[in-house]
């Protein structure tokens, strides 16, 4: 293609990406370098029905004053990434100190609230993309071998999850583990124990949100796998079954290699899309067992005092996260398009 | 209003009546030439019934609409910095009127108190250094909601200190009654975060360094706090900590529960005939705040609901929004359906028998909740960090710390402290 036609086919998206992508992210950097003003506070009567009371109160001119000095905020530099509620670093650095050893380090580092949004996170991201990506494989092989009169219903019903509205689905599971809610009793049942109660237990809630996860993330792998089922090559298949082949050693030397591909696309997509797990914590009211950085953006942004930079500060370390754990895919199809090319 | 006027703290609910009585009746448009008016605020039956009558303003010009949602905290500030405003009023509490004028987001309403403000009552009227900044139409607190019903089967009066309640719940369970006697809206986050600041000001406690934004919980009383929390939690469903206002009802209308401290302006359902067995509604009973070790203060905090007025929209739109909330907390709201659902500040109120749990607690020298401009910063840092204790992961010592440490690195970034 002629440079000049190569620009104009590539123009349109390169804005678009330029104003939906690289712009926000810039403003996402800036903000989080950025923090409100010193507040200006002074003492001031409140009274209401109850009475009054000597209080505070932020006095607004004087806060006007000094953001039309600098309109931006405090630049104050990577200071809220390195503070407690982020990256902790000094919290760290006191740690190492004191701890009595590397279990007791470790324990203390997961009390810090990113490092144990993290642990949550990295956890459910490693367990849930692989297992949601094979869930939906099987579930792609056996609607493929069933008849073709049957395969209509079974589409849609193995892609149910999927349709359902996440915090519905989410919702539903929650009720029906509640100690008193029909899965929640059978679990009592089957442990013996009528005290047990999922919400209750950190280890549980795990598992609760990590299952769920697989449930409503394997619906997006079978469509995609199912497709990919449809171009596998009939003649290998057919020479393969003549060779001998037993069903799992044509799955395991014809399919899976000819599938690999489209894993590593799911598999991008699905670890990006993991680790911004949000809306089980929500809706399970998981939030006291399981955290992850995208409820602390919500909970920055949702609480009565809005934390924007500390928002942005852990926006900006998600997409850092995303970047880190997407490296190994990202080099691998570096290369073999390198190797297409020579 | 003859008997009920006895009572010291309904004297300064009504305490104002006598300026009332100026202004003539309804007309249509209520009276408005034009103008906008945008409802946002919280759902539930008193601010629904404030809202409807606001409705009625509408026509000829002004146009009148609501948006109710539990969600109204996230959305009211962004909703309100815009200039024009999209709501023209917020309708908030206690706690929520500080984010909005922390961003200043409000406008003081004194000029037009004066103008339409003839039929408040003074008492009405929330001041924030000396300027009206919201007009308050309920009083709303925490207080004991018991079953009659099981403390007669156990042979108890109704607990009056913490102490007593969890007395009463052990003797509850041990008697084989109900094996999680005590409710409470113990969700982690804000609901959570709430309980300790009441059980903390039950004993005594001072959240801040007086007069500083530094906070000060991490001592013997935030410690004992705790540990009556724990205490408490002992006897609960275990899913305690996903249980808010709206499963907490539900539990307690379901006969699970016997004993909770809970909202006044929720109990008129828990005694209504719909969603529990007779047995459950008619021996549902409120009583006073409890207080604990041994403290005179109650260990729960007052709470008032009212309207403001946008800054950011034009005095039309802003007189038309003051005329039409006027309209919607006025004494044209009571009646027999409306009169339970919360302990009005308007003229002609007439508490039920289920009101009686505020205006005791308002009675008991009850604190009212903290207004200050770092005070929401400190609740979420409470929401999210007293789960651990509860659940056993640390003790309550590091519990406090997490806190103190979390709150201020968010007040550090906010400019609160240096």
Redesign the interface.
């Known amino acids: 293609m002629k440079h000049r036609t190569f620009l104009w086919f590539f123009l349109p998206s390169a804005t678009a990406m330029f104003l939906f992508i690289a712009l926000p992210i810039f403003s996402v950097v800036t903000q989080s370098v950025f923090a409100p003003h010193e507040q200006v506070i002074r003492e001031v009567e409140n009274c209401s029905v109850f009475g009054c009371t000597k209080a505070t109160q932020i006095d607004q001119e004087a806060t006007q004053a000094l953001r039309e000095a600098e309109p931006m905020g405090r630049y104050v530099g990577a200071a809220i990434y390195a503070d407690r509620n982020h990256l902790a670093l000094s919290e760290i650095g006191a740690l190492w100190n004191r701890s009595s050893g590397p279990v007791d380090f470790l324990g203390q580092l997961l009390n810090l609230p990113f490092y144990g949004a993290l642990a949550f996170t990295l956890t459910y991201t490693l367990l849930v993309t692989p297992l949601a990506i094979m869930l939906g494989f099987l579930i792609a092989l056996a609607v493929n071998a069933v008849p073709r009169f049957f395969r209509g219903p079974m589409i849609f019903v193995s892609l149910l999850p999927m349709i359902v509205t996440p915090l519905v689905g989410a919702l539903i599971l929650f009720w029906m583990v509640d100690a008193r809610g029909i899965l929640g009793a059978v679990i009592q049942m089957m442990a013996g124990d009528p005290n047990l109660s999922v919400k209750a237990s950190t280890p549980l809630m795990w598992t609760m949100l990590i299952v769920y996860g697989i449930w409503s993330t394997a619906p997006f792998a079978f469509v995609i796998y199912y497709a990919g089922l449809q171009t596998v090559p009939q003649d290998t298949l057919e020479s393969a079954m003549i060779d001998g082949a037993s069903r799992w050693e044509r799955i395991r030397f014809v399919v899976i290699p000819h599938l690999l591909p489209l894993t590593t696309f799911m598999a991008l997509i699905k670890i990006m899309d993991n680790f911004r797990v949000f809306e089980p914590i929500v809706s399970f009211s998981a939030s006291a067992h399981a955290q992850s950085l995208s409820y602390f953006i919500y909970s920055d942004l949702g609480g009565e005092t809005r934390l924007l930079s500390s928002a942005a500060a852990t926006s900006v370390l998600t997409i850092l996260g995303v970047v880190v754990l997407l490296s190994p895919v990202l080099v691998r199809t570096w290369r073999s398009f390198g190797k297409g090319a020579a | 209003m003859t008997i009920s006027m006895r009572s010291l703290a309904l004297m ?2 009504l305490g104002a009546t006598a300026l009332t009585g100026g202004a003539g009746g309804a007309m249509a448009g209520c009276g408005i030439p034009a103008g906008r008016v945008s409802i946002i605020g919280n759902e539930f039956p008193a601010i629904q019934t404030v809202a409807r009558e606001a409705m009625t303003c509408a026509g000829d010009g002004v146009t009148v609409k609501s948006n109710l949602t539990a969600d109204h ?2 959305i009211n ?1 962004p909703g309100m910095q815009g200039n024009p405003a999209e709501y023209t009023t917020a309708i908030i509490s ?3 009127i ?2 909005l ?2 961003e ?1 987001v409000i406008r003081p309403l004194d000029d037009l108190v004066a103008a339409h403000g003839q039929d408040l009552a003074k ?8 300027k009206v900044m919201g007009v ?1 139409f309920m ?1 709303n607190a925490q207080h004991l909601v018991y079953r009659q019903d099981v403390l007669e089967k156990i042979g108890v009066e109704p607990p009056r200190t913490y102490e007593e309640m969890l007395a009463a719940a052990e003797k509850i369970r041990a008697e084989g009654i109900m094996q999680y006697p005590l409710g409470g809206a113990y ?3 804000w609901n959570l975060a709430l309980e300790f600041v009441n059980m903390y000001f039950g004993m005594d406690g001072e959240l801040f360094e007086p ?1 500083t ?1 530094e906070v000060s919980i991490n001592n013997e009383k935030g410690i004992a706090a705790l540990e009556m929390m724990k205490a408490l939690t002992a006897y609960m ?6 249980h ?1 206002s709206n499963a907490t009802s539900a539990e307690w209308e379901a006969g699970n529960t016997a004993l909770m401290n809970f909202w006044g302006s929720r109990t008129g359902v828990l005694t209504d005939d719909e969603g529990a067995p007779p047995e459950v509604y008619e021996n549902t009973k409120v009583a006073g705040p409890l207080t604990v070790a041994g403290g005179s203060t109650p260990a729960t905090t ?1 709470w ?1 609901d009212g309207w403001t007025v946008a800054k950011n929209i034009s005095d039309e739109d802003a007189a038309a929004t003051f005329v039409a909330m006027a309209k919607g907390s006025s004494p044209a709201i009571l009646n027999d359906d409306t009169m339970i659902e919360a302990v009005w ?1 308007i003229d002609g109120y007439m508490p039920a028998e289920v009101n009686q749990g505020v205006i005791k607690t ?1 009675e008991a020298g009850t604190k ?1 909740y ?8 400190l ?2 840092a409470l929401g ?1 960090n007293i ?2 204790f ?2 056993g ?2 003790d309550a010592a ?1 519990t406090l710390s ?1 806190i103190e ?2 709150y ?3 007040a ?5 402290l ?1």
């Open positions: 300064t609910l905290q996230k500030v206690t706690s929520s500080m984010a004028m922390n200043d008492n009405q009227l929330v001041t924030i250094d000396g308050a009083a969700m982690a986050g007069g934004a469903n275990p899913d305690f900590l996903t808010d007052l008032w500040m308002m009212p903290p207004t200050l401009p770092y005070m929401g910063l609740h979420t999210d789960a651990d509860l659940t992961k640390e590091t997490d440490a979390a201020t690195a968010a550090r970034e906010k400019g609160f240096q």
